[in-house]
């Protein structure tokens, strides 16, 4: 297995408020290599930007902010770096498209000087026109039509689609060795998204960058990455290959994620199952499992043990933090992959728990 090139430790991101502290990320780990892709998936709310914002340092100048663990980036602990050091390698060898690429790009000024900007504050000995070329270069990278007259557009003057290529475009400028992208496919219609999702995937191909893709649809990255980290409530609950979340998920947030997506091997008249209730406070999670007030399968012991990440049995790689035993957790799927409602499924398995 290749060297990770970012390496989360327990990561703990808390943020004091009036009401109390809000446990945005509460204790993560997860790695990735050079060339290979990772899918950080929630619901709104269950820490995934919080936490790639913390790996590019944005995090810390929120007043109070109590950050714990380790960020590992080539073996430097990112959170003992300083502003001066992160700024040098945010851009340049760490780089992040953000969610509205309208409000991350100025409206007051051309795109392509923005890109130039983005690469003479890494490269200061590049001249203007040597980086106007480059910018011109990139456009043409991320496949945006007439590159030479485009370069001197405003923002306003993009569509959605050609925005978000432009942002890809600065966050490549300089040829980051790791790139986080935060819903780069957010508000785009599915054409357009299908567009972004490929080029993200062939230049990661091409210049073999690490990807960090945050999303809350599963069905974004079904193609895009090799393994899924799924967050429920600051914490990680399942991480397995790409091909096993599909495949043989184990978490039943997972199984929740995966029935609101519509499928094309079921009866058209089918309907999607939402999951229950909402995602519980940061504030004043639930006591035991988090997921236990909205968990069809909830057992007594649910309610009072808290489950850790463990290895599932006979899948390498898969980790799940679930009280049922894994046989009763395949045969639930099993059913639900059959089509059959939540409840029907709880009414048919005889829901067994795994050994404290």
Not at 2 to 30: C, M, N, Q
Not at 105 to 123: C, D, M, S, T, W
Not at 192 to 217: G, K, P, Y
């Amino acid at each position: 297995m290749a060297e990770a090139l970012l390496e989360v430790r327990d990561l703990r991101v808390h943020f004091p408020t009036a009401d109390g502290l809000v446990k945005a990320v509460d204790g993560i780990s997860y790695s990735v290599s050079s060339g290979q892709a990772l899918g950080i998936v929630g619901e709104s709310g269950s820490g995934k930007s919080v936490s790639s914002m913390t790996v590019m340092g944005l995090t810390r100048f929120s007043g109070g902010v109590q950050i714990s663990g380790e960020i590992l980036f080539e073996g430097r602990d990112l959170l003992k770096a300083s502003d001066d050091e992160l700024r040098r390698l945010r851009g340049n060898e760490i780089a992040m498209i953000f969610q509205d690429p309208l409000s991350s790009l100025h409206p007051f000024y051309k795109v392509g000087n923005q890109l130039i900007e983005a690469i003479r504050v890494h490269h200061p000995d590049v001249s203007k026109q040597a980086a106007r070329s480059r910018a011109i270069e990139l456009l043409d990278m991320v496949d945006l039509p007439d590159p030479k007259s485009r370069v001197d557009n405003y923002p306003h003057e993009f569509s959605g689609g050609m925005r978000q290529r432009a942002m890809i475009a600065m966050a490549l400028a300089n040829e980051p060795k790791l790139l986080i992208a935060d819903e780069p496919t957010t508000a785009l219609d599915v054409t357009v998204q299908a567009q972004i999702l490929e080029l993200i995937r062939r230049l990661q191909q091409e210049l073999n960058t690490a990807v960090v893709m945050i999303t809350h649809d599963l069905g974004v990255i079904a193609e895009t990455v090799d393994e899924v980290a799924v967050m429920y409530a600051g914490r990680i609950v399942e991480h397995a290959p790409t091909q096993a979340i599909f495949n043989a998920p184990e978490h039943p947030y997972t199984w929740g994620l995966l029935g609101s997506i519509p499928r094309l091997d079921v009866a058209r008249d089918t309907e999607l199952v939402p999951i229950p209730g909402r995602p519980p406070s940061l504030i004043n999670l639930p006591t035991g499992c988090s997921f236990h007030p909205r968990c069809p399968y909830v057992r007594p012991r649910h309610r009072e043990i808290d489950p850790g990440l463990e290895p599932v049995p006979d899948a390498p790689g898969h980790e799940v933090a679930c009280l049922l035993a894994s046989s009763t957790r395949k045969r639930i799927w099993g059913e639900l992959r059959e089509g059959r409602q939540p409840d029907q499924v709880r009414e048919s398995v005889q829901l067994e728990e795994r050994p404290a």
